[in-house]
């Protein structure tokens, strides 16, 4: 049974930087691709960050790059989102994604929010 747990969000002023983790329990993760997606009041989810089974290929969304960095570590079965220069618009909740390469399964973990205000 897959399961992925995200932490590390929270609150912070703009500008401030936060580093996301996401713990994924169960068997090979190394054949996961990982993402974060996030979801702000009344939009849709969307692609914030994905980083490939191996770790060696990375994609952004638009809002998210030059700013935010994703990156994984096979030994200890964790993903994590480093998110600097944060801005008000990237308020939301934050949500992990493993996605089994090759087939259409995929989980989700429940969500960490972050709130960028002054």
């Known amino acids: 049974q897959v399961q992925v747990v995200e932490s590390g969000g929270g609150s912070v002023q703009p500008g401030g930087s936060l580093r996301l983790s996401c713990a994924f329990s169960?068997?090979?993760?190394?054949?996961?691709?990982m993402g974060w997606y996030r979801q702000a009041p009344g939009k849709t989810r969307e692609l914030v960050a994905a980083?490939?089974?191996?770790?060696?290929?990375?994609i952004y969304g638009d809002s998210a790059k030059g700013r935010f960095a994703v990156s994984r570590d096979n030994a200890k079965n964790t993903v994590y989102l480093q998110m600097n220069s944060l801005k008000p618009e990237d308020t939301a909740l934050y949500y992990c994604?493993?996605?089994?390469?090759?087939?259409?399964?995929?989980?989700w973990g429940q969500g960490t929010q972050v709130t960028v205000s002054s």
């Open positions: 994604n493993a996605k089994l390469i090759g087939t259409n399964r995929d989980y």
């Open positions: 169960g068997s090979m993760f190394s054949l996961y691709a």
């Open positions: 980083v490939s089974s191996s770790g060696n290929s990375t």
